[in-house]
């Protein structure tokens, strides 16, 4: 079982794939990625964001993806 950033490496480079637009830079990208994050208090200490990272606000945000699909829990 991986663990830390091995796990994390993997994690973020497909979040990455999915939040890439045509015309996103790295610095761009790397910002999308860190912006979109869920804050969660106990990973204040343990993570630059303080949060664990949220691909669907990543897709949202980076305003180039045709469409995001509205999830609702039922």
């Not at 994690?11 to 969660?40: M, R």
């Not at 200490?45 to 829990?73: D, E, H, P």
């Amino acid at each position: 079982a991986q663990s830390g950033s091995s796990q994390a490496t993997a994690l973020v480079t497909g979040a990455a794939a999915l939040a890439y637009c045509n015309s996103t830079n790295y610095p761009t990208l790397k910002g999308l990625l860190l912006n979109s994050t869920d804050t969660k208090p106990a990973l204040a200490t343990k993570c630059a964001t303080s949060g664990r990272l949220n691909v669907f606000n990543a897709r949202a945000n980076a305003n180039c993806c045709s469409a995001v699909a509205n999830f609702t829990a039922s």
